[in-house]
């Protein structure tokens, strides 16, 4: 993988970070992963974190 290529992450009002571009994710148990525009979660409700599983609509999330 090339680490000095330049990623994108977009803020959007009430969603999550849209990265664009192919990421190394490390996880909190160490296992990496790699991911291709991956959307983060960061309303702190998904049931499948670091990623978006929608939940951010059903609570609401704004920000
Ligand atoms: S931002 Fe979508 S579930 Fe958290």
Do not use: Q
Not at 36 to 52: D, F, I, Q, T, V
Request: hydrophobic letters at 30%.
């Amino acid at each position: 993988m090339e680490k000095n290529s330049l990623l994108k992450v977009k803020v959007v009002p009430n969603a999550p970070l849209l990265v664009e571009g192919t990421v190394e994710l490390i996880l909190s148990d160490g296992t990496t992963v790699v991911k291709e525009n991956p959307h983060l979660c960061r309303c702190g409700a998904s049931g499948n974190k670091p990623y978006c599983d929608g939940s951010h609509t059903k609570i609401g999330f704004r920000g």
